[in-house]
């Protein structure tokens, strides 16, 4: 599933309702802000590393990651000593994602020691959960190909709910043209249904 592939696809399913969407990038918006909603019903675990310090907390997070998952660093693979001997590492970091002056950073608390960082080396690796994505082409885009049917959906739900902001202080109707629907439906009401179906498949198909 590529970028064009899609936008041609979900152009053709809007119908009437495209036309709203003639701006360039319209289109790639609603995909993408549809491809994040994939996170919580298709989670992708990734695998991260950064360089600790002893004395350092904050380190940069991985540019696709939303939410951290789990640390390796002296729990995987190799078994970490017996609190009686010397290699002991001592009670090892918590780690919390938040919002940094120039992006999303890692914090690792307490600070890595010098002691730590000797016995279970520089490299920290680590889980994450990372965003979503649609490519150029196919194999840069993380939606596995039997959900193309289910992002559709959510980019037209998604197309809906800009319907209704743009359109707040009037009314506006739709033609047929949306899986047969009836003629007098609001792009409100349009976004409710889209996406009460789209959440019912996502949950029916499981992670």
Request: glycine content about 8%; some cysteine.
């Amino acid at each position: 599933m590529s970028m064009g592939d899609l936008v041609a696809d979900l152009k053709a399913s809007l119908h009437d309702a495209g036309e709203v969407f003639v701006a360039a990038g319209d289109m790639e918006r609603l995909l993408k802000v549809s491809a994040l909603d994939f996170n919580g019903y298709r989670p992708r675990t990734l695998l991260g590393k950064l360089t600790v310090e002893a004395g350092r907390m904050a380190y940069p997070a991985p540019d696709d990651c939303y939410l951290f998952k789990s640390s390796l660093w002296g729990i995987a693979p190799a078994v970490r000593a017996k609190p009686w001997e010397k290699q002991w590492p001592g009670r090892l970091p918590d780690v919390r994602m938040i919002d940094g002056a120039a992006g999303k950073e890692l914090h690792l608390t307490p600070e890595p020691s010098a002691h730590q960082v000797a016995v279970l080396g520089s490299e920290f690796r680590f889980y994450y959960f990372g965003n979503h994505v649609i490519g150029d082409t196919a194999d840069k885009t993380t939606i596995h190909p039997g959900d193309r049917f289910l992002l559709l959906l959510r980019a037209q739900a998604e197309a809906m709910r800009e319907l209704m902001i743009r359109n707040i202080k009037k009314p506006v109707q739709l033609r047929d043209g949306l899986q047969s629907a009836p003629k007098n439906m609001t792009p409100a009401a349009w976004y409710e249904r889209l996406m009460a179906e789209w959440a019912e498949k996502m949950q029916r198909q499981g992670v």
